[in-house]
């Protein structure tokens, strides 16, 4: 396979389908009816690659791109992508000035980042455009509903001072990848307390946004102006047991793919990999797959002791993972087929292909498919198709 446009063939690759993220997003778009579409590409993109992902995302129609950490919206501008840009999850002493600078829209959920913001406004001359965020329910970040008055007050004194622009008001979901559960109608009604509220006061935002991707797809009362998806963006359902991507027009972006770099014929009763909690229970060709934990391939989805092992598409079939992944390298149990060092495997991909799938080792690793994407080490090279025009 071939390196990211590098003529190199490289024994493992991360491969991500551009064209995918822009068709994805481009069906989000229609499916958020009047309301815009942020995607978001924090932890660089999931996984896919922060640039090259916000370029397909917006050609597929995303007016806006979210990050948490303000260090990813850097360098989005640094890389030269405009277009509103939203920047949440900060601890004192950020990078204001440099973020007033680039133009990335900020958030507040306490006093303490109005204070740090407007004092950045001051030094600069650049007017914040704020979002203020609420907990309606999630208890993570956001203003708990008593300390709301106090920081919409603080927000307007600023603004009255021209240091900020309260654009936005926002919040986020717990557990809206059930939909029907009622803590989502419950944090609907908070939310919409919270804009009322605000909005008695002077509040005047350009954007109220609460939907994250699950929300987006099957919670239309949730969208208001904005809805952030990222998961789905990226063809991956959050709510695997209620839909999967193919039932709402997504397809993921990500395949991982290796080569085969060893196969070898071992009798019976052969321990396989560290701690042999595989052992062949028969006359077997075990192949080995030159990825390991150190490239994120996580360790939970190793085979044995009543592991079933996580799934590789190889040779035509779907096998799983026989024994431990270990730091570099994994084994599987090719029964009796016919395969070369250099054939190809397929850790997971699109299902429509006969791919397994992200969804599926996170399945086989007790996890979500987020933390599958995400976790390819940077020793992992990105192979881009799809877009050329977003490299
Ligand atoms: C990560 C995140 C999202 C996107 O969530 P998905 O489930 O991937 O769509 C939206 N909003 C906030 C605040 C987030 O942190």
Redesign the pocket.
Known sequence: MDDHRGGAVSHAAVRIDLSAIRDNVAELRARAGAADVMV?V?GDA?GHGLVPAARAAQAGGATWL?T?ALSEALALRAAGIGGRLMS?LFAPGERWTDALAAGIDVSASAPWTVEEITAAARETGRTARLHLKVDSGLGRSGAPEADWPALIDTALKAQAEGLVNVVGLWS?FAI?DSPRHPTNTAQIAAFENAVAWAEARGVRPEVRHLA???A?LLLPRAHFDLV??????YGLS?MPDVVGPGDVGLRPAMSVRARLALVKRVPAGHGVSYGHVYITDRETNLGLVPLGYADGVPRHGSGGEGDPGAPVLVGGRVRRVAGRVCMDQFVVDLGDDDLRAGDEVVLFGDAAAGEPTAQDWAQACRTIS?EIVTRFAPRMPRTYIGMEEAL
């Open positions: 978001v924090k999931y979210g948490a949440w986020h809206a994250n991707s699950a987006a952030r998806t990222g998961l789905a963006s959050p987020y």
